[in-house]
């Protein structure tokens, strides 16, 4: 499984900041797919919470 592979030893290469407001999740999930992200649009009751920058734009943040 993927979970076998997760190194929590080494420096993480992706560096996250947060704002002391910020809202407190349990879990991310991240995904680049837009046939995930449709999915969980049509399946899920969704809210915004803010947005990702790429070289590719804009990913939305959703609560759900």
């Known amino acids: 499984m993927i979970t076998d592979t997760f190194d929590n030893l080494s420096e993480e290469i992706i560096k996250v900041s947060c704002n002391d407001n910020a809202v407190k999740a349990d879990a991310c999930i991240l995904t680049f797919s837009h046939?995930?992200?449709?999915?969980?649009?049509?399946?899920?009751?969704?809210?915004?919470?803010?947005?990702?920058y790429s070289s590719n734009g804009a990913n939305p943040c959703l609560w759900i």
């Open 35 to 52: 046939v995930i992200l449709k999915y969980v649009l049509e399946n899920f009751q969704c809210k915004k919470n803010g947005d990702l």
